[in-house]
């Protein structure tokens, strides 16, 4: 059942190693499918050069597997607990992004330096509190600390983006890793550089929303 859904979630996954978002097994995309509550997520421990559509499992929103072989990902629970808090959210992606992960090593938002940041997350990408893998605690974390950017970082752990559909998820994720290595060499030089200012950042995010794209 839903093997086109399934592949697209496969694809999606394998999308974070093309991009050099993930290494080995580490890291895994989700998608609520609309209308019911089922959720396909990438299976626990699986390299990501290994996966296939069937392998992709297929919980409830209580965490019970529906449909597959493997156990899914232990982030699972918090990837469910977004879905069942933000009811127009149907993509979660969590990565160890190098550049961005080193914002999250540090307690540290991501200010908004570039346009392109400012199109995407507005003022800036937000670092929550430590939170404690297997469990919802870091979904927590992420519905009351995310705002209105469409990514978050989790102190001493990592990256999660959310979206309407995986495009809009995984952009975030390539977007926030592009900036945050930006923001990492330009912090190197300068220490104290400025983020843009609420006034250009508000331009941004008006003139993206509304003029970018087909």
């Not at 009811?87 to 330096?113: K, M, Q, W």
Request: hydrophobic share 35%; with cysteine; glycine share 8%.
């Amino acid at each position: 059942m839903y093997s086109e859904l399934r592949e697209e979630i496969c694809q999606a996954n394998k999308k974070l190693k093309d991009n050099g978002l993930v290494r080995w097994t580490s890291g895994n995309v989700s998608y609520r499918i609309p209308g019911i509550n089922r959720v396909i997520i990438k299976p626990s421990g699986v390299d990501f050069d290994d996966l296939t559509a069937a392998r992709m499992v297929i919980v409830n929103l209580a965490g019970e597997v529906i449909e597959g072989d493997l156990k899914p990902s232990v982030d699972t629970e918090s990837h469910l607990y977004v879905y069942k808090h933000m009811e127009n959210i149907h993509s979660v992606i969590h990565t160890h992004s190098p550049f961005a992960t080193s914002f999250a090593i540090r307690g540290r938002d991501l200010p908004s330096y570039t346009t392109t940041a400012a199109n995407i997350f507005k003022h800036r990408v937000p670092c929550s509190g430590f939170a404690s893998i297997g469990g919802e605690e870091i979904g927590r974390e992420i519905v009351q600390n995310i705002g209105e950017s469409p990514a978050i970082l989790l102190k001493n752990h990592g990256v999660f983006t959310i979206g309407e559909s995986i495009d809009k998820a995984l952009k975030a994720a390539v977007i926030l890793e592009e900036t945050a290595e930006y923001a990492f060499y330009a912090l190197l030089q300068e220490p104290n550089i400025d983020p843009l200012s609420s006034e250009i950042i508000e331009q941004c995010n008006d003139f993206y929303l509304t003029s970018y794209g087909q």
